[in-house]
């Protein structure tokens, strides 16, 4: 973390040196503003406050939860085209984009949140799907509320015991506060942004995986708007799995992991799929975090795993008094 800092520094002051790069500078953050603002975001009104979500295509709903430096757009380009012929959800977790924060929240508050929101929207039980950080709030939701969901699908998950669970340095919230740290890493330092992202060192990309990489790069701005959220994974959120009983998730979950993912250990994935009861592990190779140039093999298994029989549900959620859907502009 500490090289990644002495870029953004050396970027920072390069930008404030010259007037191109304070242009370029500018035209970059004003990019990601505008893929935002490109995205369908509404929002409904619950006791954690505003609650985010982009709703994209139709049929059987899918809860898509979203990893660090996220939102709701991220949510949906992490899908990308998984679940062909499914109502992809995609929230916004606390802190992020237009998703409120509440004072002491903890992932177990998300969880109750993603609850509202399926009353909101009149969805009695929905699949999940989460990515990376995003497993810790999925998981509560599987533990406090196992009616609301069919299928728990986790993709490079935050597992007990993982690094992304540990207590972060205070010196991270230095890369969330503004736009200029991170935009001058990934100005100034390229090779280090797809190690923050996960990608193995040394690790072949073909085209396609070029192409996923510079999107999740591009999609963690502008950083503004998802750093109380960066802040809350880091400091509550992930550390806060390590306390969970996985033994008493009794939904029925799939775990993908890749033997390769440098942010998290395949190690903590196998160890969660041997405690949660009847889980599915499937290991890829290689693909790291972001799990590249596997999209074919995780189609096939997500299509096999959601036909497979969930928790019966009998009736319709109702609208819940706490929540009332209401339009919200998809700009930032």
């Known amino acids: 973390m500490r090289k990644q800092l002495v870029f953004a520094v050396a970027g920072g002051g390069s930008l404030a040196a010259g007037g191109s ?4 500078y500018r035209h970059d953050i004003d990019a990601g503003r505008a893929r935002l603002a490109a995205v369908g975001r509404t929002a409904i009104s619950t006791a954690f406050g505003a609650v985010e979500y982009a709703d994209r295509g139709a049929g059987e709903p899918v809860l898509a939860i979203h990893g660090i430096f996220g939102g709701c757009d991220q949510g949906l380009l992490s899908v990308g085209d998984l679940l062909p012929g499914r109502r992809v959800i995609a929230p916004s977790r606390f802190g992020y984009l237009g998703s409120a924060l509440p004072p002491g929240a903890t992932p177990a508050d998300q969880a109750d949140a993603y609850a509202a929101l399926l009353d909101g929207l009149g969805i009695a039980s929905a699949d999940v ?10 998981l509560q939701l599987a533990l406090r509320h196992p009616g609301r969901v069919r299928h728990l699908a986790v993709m490079s998950g935050n597992w007990p015991g993982s690094h992304t669970a540990d207590h972060q340095p205070q010196a991270n919230r230095l890369l969330v506060r503004s736009e200029l740290p991170m935009w001058a890493v990934a100005t100034f330092a390229r090779p280090v942004m797809p190690r923050l992202l996960g990608v ?12 996923t990489v510079t999107g999740l790069i591009s999609s963690i701005f502008p950083v503004v708007l998802r750093a109380e959220g960066v802040i809350f994974d880091f400091f509550v959120s992930n550390p806060d799995v390590n306390n969970y009983d996985l033994v008493a998730v009794t939904v029925p979950t799939l775990i993908v992991h890749a033997r390769d993912d440098p942010l998290i250990s395949y190690d903590t994935a196998r160890r969660a799929a041997a405690r949660i009861p009847g889980a599915r592990l499937v290991t890829v190779g290689h693909g790291g975090h972001p799990l ?6 995780i189609r096939a298994e997500l299509a096999s795993f959601l036909e497979k029989p969930g928790p019966a549900t009998t009736r319709p ?16």
């Open 21 to 24: 790069l304070a242009l370029r």
């Open 129 to 138: 799907i989460a990515f990376s950080a995003g497993a810790t709030s999925a």
């Open 200 to 211: 193995p060192k040394g690790l072949p990309l073909t085209g396609a995986d070029t192409r």
């Open 292 to 297: 590249l140039g596997q999209q074919d093999a």
């Open 317 to 332: 959620a109702p609208a819940s008094k706490r929540s009332r859907r209401a339009a919200r502009p998809g700009t930032s």
